[in-house]
């Protein structure tokens, strides 16, 4: 074994507490070498143990008729009916992002996608979550270009069509970006691989990229906040290949229609190590790995650098016996390498040999078993006063907020971002971005699935817990706007330093709204992640609980969107406006004040709403149909008026608001729908109890909120597309 | 109609072209590994889209080279129909079956969206469905469409009618301000000399079923199983 002394500060260097490296002692029963303190160094850190999130994250609702797979597998599986299924997950890279953008993004999705056609599914679309800092900010033009950029370059080139997302600006971001990937896929149900080794014997095969020397210590970078030196971590990052991920999913999705595969596992944060012993651990078996039949790219590696290098486009899998041969053919038809490199044991141990000579031998079970779980000190968030809407000064012409608001850096057009990204290959795109969620076909079926990502962070920073309730209620609302039942969630918790009680307050309080709209929707949580320490020099970032969606539409002729079809129909509006304007777009942007208690979402209304929603897009009465979140009605009805470049007047509305807090309001569980059968909408909503409002009628081409208030779809449009094409080509400064 | 798809490493929309080839002529198409010595008896083959050998080299340079590209310029040479599509398109400059190059698109960035063409030549095998004049609506997805030939090339394509697609506004006019990739003269598809080969750099198969939200390339795959039955 290596002559490297072991000291308190090559044990804080790999990032363990003292009292940690007293475990390692106690496991090993003796002083572990330097490949030893590697492995416990990852498999401990935050990023592959959630030790600070774990005990949290049990509280989640996990299960339901719908759910083949829940959280701990590579991806979650939920049924989607004729033997299919939709395997879907979504992922950080926001520390990698921030130091390499194009490469941070890129690696990114090329690991989320490994994910999923690990699983045995064939990916059928890619998202994407992101957050920038103050577009006044320095940096921000760069990592927007950047990370643009590297999500379409991996996602173009494998051919995985990047079909829905969301950006938001604010200074909270200026330290860490954050990079949010998420994909899902398509598998056969009764054909689903998973990461449990067994078979004693069976040889272990690794496929794909040589390893070399990229990404060693990136999970561990990912578990600590940044400092000045951050720069110096470039080399922590690892450079993407998607020609050779595309190889390697043809060839895993070529393998998998055989039966030789036992198990499989991608190499992503902690390489080699966390799927070796991942793959032991489920299977209660010892795993040998015979370091220097490594594919290798450079010259000089040692077993440390083997360990723990995150090098793209690798896989693991455990093949029945005798199958290595049917599997070395299809591997090399594409190019990629292909070796055994060890086999199942009986030791429940992860023993590791170099030319011979054991180098590293370490009990699976305790390594997993043991790794810390911390129930952190926690401080709930203070509640934040209402704002009375009466309380605020006159904003002036209402269609002059709006014009500001749909030009501001957070409310305005991203077509600049998708056109970026090839939204349409495989041809089965349904619905582009700009709408309420993606739609992708199932091929050779009249089933959809409806996938969208949505977070509102100024609301969780005021009221973690509302903040929470609302990420999922909005999720799960943008797939009911298309007509999509949704079926399942994946969360990606982005947060700060949660060694400090405030920052662990929020992560606590999200969980308890996630976990409790999660429940009361039916929409339960099957795969996740988590990215702490998103901190730099002691300022972290709003917290950030994006949630995923799957959502399935049974026939997607049926699909309903937000563009207005015809001059002359009627506008309802469903669920109740009380005018809140705490936290809104419109008291931030307009009065420059980011304050109060966000609205409150009553989840019963949510999904009684949302039902009725289901209901109206199944039956065909309604023509167009958008969710309202952000900016609230009057946003709402500009983006449906844009989409359809057909117009609309506002001839009604509930007088006890004031105007401003009527139109610009932020009341969750709302929808705007448009029909040509209105009284029988309103039967329906009456029915089940659901407050619904006629409140105009589309045509023109001009949105008229009153009578003597009126914007052309011209200079809206203008207001809602010019801004970040202006800003990225640094034509005007922000602002 | 008897069709070959060509897949190379690295090839990514052959899943489309082979969907559009089969609802206009009603029949399967054939997948061809770029490894297999022996193309198959066929009257189409198609060079479809994506990033063959990653576009590492330069877009399409590896598969210009590849054995397989040469079967295919005898086939094409003893009259069988060729076309290809974006990474298709470049690779058949690379052979040198069709004059000029891609470059790298004006405003330097990928561009994926639905892009307005008008048809500027149907006298051909792949474009009689459609009117001359006619405004048709296929989708781009290209960071290198950028169609560049001096200026010798492109009179003599202009002249000898064998430019069968250009970029236009959303009226179907031909200029500056419809021409999405800084193309010259707004090319978006040209033929060869025996005008048999069409490269162009839209994607007519993302536009072949209503679900798609238009079906204005279905007359393209329409005009070929017409001619070839």
Known sequence: MSGVKMTPELVAEHGLTGEEYDTVLSIMGREPNITELGIFSVMWSEHCSYKSSRFWLKTLPTTGPQVIQGPGENAGVVDIGDGQAAVFKIESHNHPSYIEPYQGAATGVGGILRDVFTMGARPIANLNALRFGDPNNAKTRHLVDGVVAGIGGYGNCIGVPTVAGEVNFHPAYNGNCLVNAMTVGLADSDNIFYSKASGIGNPVVYVGSKTGRDGIHGATMASAEFSDQTEEKRPTVQVGDPFTEKLLLEACLELMSTDAIVSIQDMGAAGLTSSSVEMADKGGVGIRLDLDKVPMREEGMTPYELMLSESQERMLMVLKPGREDEARAIFEKWELDFAVIGEVTTSGNLELSWYGETVGDIPVKPLVEASPMYERPWEPTPAQAEIDPASLPDAGKLTNCLKDILSSPDMCSRRWIWEQYDHLIRGETLQVPGGDAAVVRIPDSLKALATTVDCTPRYCLADPEQGGRQAVAECWRNMVATGAKPLALTNNMNFGNPERPKIMGQFVGAIKGMAAAAKTLDFPVVSGNVSLYNETEGKAILPTPVIGGVGLLKDHTKMATLAFKAEGETILLLGESKGWVGQSIFLREIHGREEGAPPPVDLEAEARNGALVLDLIDKGLVTACHDLSDGGLAVGLAEMALAGDIGATVAERNDETPAHAFFFGEDQARYVVTSTQADAVMHLAEQVGVPVQVIGRTGGEALTLTSEDTISLELLRHAHEDWLPAYMSGEEAAE | ?229
């Open chain 2, 1 to 229: 109609m008897r069709a070959a798809v060509i897949v190379f490493p690295g090839t990514n929309r052959e899943k489309d072209i082979a969907e559009a080839l089969e609802r206009a002529s009603g029949k399967k198409a054939r997948f061809v590994w770029h490894g297999d010595s022996d193309l198959p008896d066929v009257d189409l083959i198609v060079v479809p889209g994506g990033f063959s050998y990653g576009d590492y080299l330069r877009c399409g340079a590896m598969a210009g080279n590849s054995p397989v590209m040469r079967a295919v310029k005898q086939k094409a040479e003893a009259g069988v129909r060729v076309l290809g599509v974006c990474n298709g398109f470049q690779i058949l400059t690379e052979t040198g079956m069709l004059p000029g190059v891609l470059m790298r698109n004006a405003q330097l960035k990928f561009i994926c969206k639905k892009a307005t063409l008008t048809v500027t030549s149907n006298e051909t095998d792949f474009s009689s469905a459609y009117a001359v004049g006619q405004k048709v609506v296929f989708p781009v997805a290209h960071n290198e469409g950028n169609y560049f030939a001096d200026d010798a090339t492109l009179d003599r394509l202009e002249g000898e009618g064998r430019v069968v697609f250009r970029y236009a506004d959303t009226d179907g006019t031909v200029n500056e301000a419809g021409n999405i990739n800084g193309s010259q003269r707004n090319i978006a598809g040209i033929l060869n000399e025996k005008r048999n080969v069409l490269g162009m750099m839209p994607h007519p198969e993302n536009a072949t079923d209503p679900a798609q939200g238009g079906t204005d390339g279905l007359g393209l795959f329409k005009s070929l199983a017409e001619v070839l039955q």
